[in-house]
């Protein structure tokens, strides 16, 4: 059988690899895309970890849990009474697969209307030929002159704690828990351990988090580090940070850990469940780099320059499996980028302003650097803070915990970070994201006209406490 001729063949059809597809063939490139991916009925499932295990899944409980502790603290604020409030994890994990599927459902959709060939099976290298690749897709056989690789990540394991997705967890399984567990403990304080161990903490466990760094959330802005962590222990999510974990055993009855805590006593935790979020890994398995010599960095990453360019001419990867950090807008960024360099154009994704975001309750989300990152890189700086106690939206609503903080170059005024913890910081920081994008200063959020009453308003009030003239605190 003659191989099907492409123009750009994208294995792994996560964020970055549909997008790279669609991109692709919106510049008038014959495109095909190859995801192994399987739904429940061994049908295609594409979208990757963020869609079936990941981002997606994750936010539709976050979401549910959220309800069902309004409904359990909240609602009697506001004169609602919602007595002996229950909640059916079956039906709150059928409504998560069914947004789950929307997704699949809309990648094959924009396959389609865009007209990318879908293949659902493994995609390999088989040779270098006719000045390109020859590819497996399935049982298919493909020829492409351009590949884009985009085949993600998997959950790092701890040694001597296999995954079995049933009492030890990977993010797979801790999206699947079928009934809340008494007792759960997460290894790994990150950002899977925060928004899985806040989703089940909602619904009625009590939550153990147990974290190897002395520190709360290091790559986080000192402050709302010190902020989340107060508020986290508030609400009763515990955690325990410096330990060393030693064996974990699993049986029938559950889960026992054994750790040394912060100050060397030897403790052990026994839950029903144990998550385990210390990171994830690229994932290169099934490409048959060897085939062709792709170039692996020693954590398993495929080597790129910052072009997203590999070791190998015309070959190209993108997202996780890469340098960089692991986010799904990220692999989007350089899925568009690497289309509009194969086409020619000047692709470029901006590092410094990708922005962060952590889903737990209040959200904490930021771009640009830290405090403690300026102070380290001697540069000098401004900062000015406003607290969403002080905003008029953010009473309406009844959620006032956290704050909004700028920083700003101590010369010029540019805006160097912003860091947000409170409601809505998922959205609240795209305002941020577009100003550091376009160069603005502090005063340059300062003097725009926000809505009110908005939560936005406090971003614009901290652009004003840059210079010290807040005008509602
Ligand atoms: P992936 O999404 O991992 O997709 C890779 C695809 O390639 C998969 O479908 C895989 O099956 C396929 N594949 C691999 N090898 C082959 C092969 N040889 N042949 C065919 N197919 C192959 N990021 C955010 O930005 N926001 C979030 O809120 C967020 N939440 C997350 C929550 C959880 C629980 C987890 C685990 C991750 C979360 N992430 C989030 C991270 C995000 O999911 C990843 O950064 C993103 O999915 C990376 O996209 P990707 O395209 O590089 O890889
Ligand atoms: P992570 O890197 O965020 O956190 C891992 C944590 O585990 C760290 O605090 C680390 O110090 C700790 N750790 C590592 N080894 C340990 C050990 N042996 N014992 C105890 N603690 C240990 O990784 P996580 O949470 O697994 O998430 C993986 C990636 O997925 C994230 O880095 C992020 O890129 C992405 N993600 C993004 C989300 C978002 O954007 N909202 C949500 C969830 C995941």
Redesign the pocket.
């Given at each position: 059988m003659s191989a099907k001729q492409f123009d750009v063949v994208v294995i792994g059809g996560g964020p970055g690899g549909y997008i790279a597809a669609i991109r692709a063939a919106q510049l008038g490139f014959n495109v095909a895309c190859v995801d192994e991916w399987k739904n429940d009925k061994g049908g295609p499932a594409p979208g990757g970890t963020c869609t079936n295990v990941?981002?997606i899944p994750?936010k539709a409980l976050l979401q549910s849990s959220e309800h069902f502790d309004h409904a359990n603290h909240h609602f009697a604020d506001h004169g609602i009474s919602a007595d002996n409030v229950k909640i059916d994890i079956a039906k709150m994990l059928g409504r998560k697969d069914q947004v789950v599927k929307q997704n699949n459902d809309g990648i094959l959709y924009l396959f389609k209307k865009n007209k990318v060939s879908f293949f659902h099976g493994r995609g390999s290298f088989v040779a270098a030929k006719d000045g390109g690749y020859e590819l497996k897709a399935g049982d298919e056989t493909l020829q492409a002159k351009h590949v884009i690789l985009a085949t993600g990540?998997n959950?790092?394991a701890?040694p001597g704690a296999t995954f079995d997705e049933e009492n030890i967890l990977s993010?797979d399984g801790a999206l699947r828990i079928g009934a809340v567990p008494k007792k759960l403990g997460v290894?790994?304080?990150?950002?899977?351990?925060?928004?899985m161990g806040s989703v089940w903490r909602r619904l009625g466990s009590e939550v153990t988090v147990?974290?190897?760094?002395p520190t709360f959330?290091?790559?986080v802005d000192e402050s709302v580090a010190k902020e989340a962590a107060k508020l986290f222990k508030k609400q009763g999510l515990k955690i325990e940070l410096g330990?060393?974990?030693g064996e974990v055993k699993s049986g029938k009855k559950g889960v026992a850990v054994a750790y040394t805590d912060a100050k060397g006593e030897a403790q052990t935790l026994e839950v029903d469940k144990l998550i385990i979020?210390?990171?994830?890994v690229p994932n290169t398995i099934g490409l048959n780099a060897e085939a062709v010599g792709l170039k692996l960095d020693e954590r398993g990453a495929i080597i790129v320059d910052d072009d997203c360019k590999t070791s190998l001419p015309n070959v190209w990867a993108v997202g996780?499996v890469v340098r960089g950090?692991?986010?799904?807008h990220k692999a989007e960024e350089e899925g568009v980028a690497v289309a509009e360099r194969i086409a020619g154009q000047h692709g470029h994704v901006n590092f410094n302003t990708i922005p962060?975001?952590?889903?737990t309750s209040p959200e904490i989300a930021w771009v640009g650097r830290t405090e403690q990152q300026l102070k380290a890189d001697g540069v000098a700086y401004k900062a000015g803070q406003f607290p969403f106690l002080a905003n008029g939206r953010a009473r309406a609503l009844g959620d006032t915990n956290g704050f909004v903080k700028f920083l700003a170059d101590a010369k010029t005024d540019e805006i160097l970070g912003v860091h947000i913890i409170g409601p809505f910081a998922s959205e609240l920081i795209s305002e941020a994201v577009v100003a550091m994008e376009f160069k603005a200063s502090a005063e340059d959020i300062a003097r725009i006209c926000h809505a009110h009453p908005s939560l936005s308003e406090a971003t614009k009030e901290a652009a004003l406490a840059v210079d010290k003239r807040t005008l509602n605190f």
């Open positions: 990941g981002c994750s990540s959950a790092r701890l993010n290894i790994g304080s990150g950002v899977i351990g925060l928004e147990l974290e190897g760094l959330l290091g790559a330990v060393k974990i979020s210390i990171g994830r996780d950090p692991m986010l799904a962060w975001v952590i889903y």
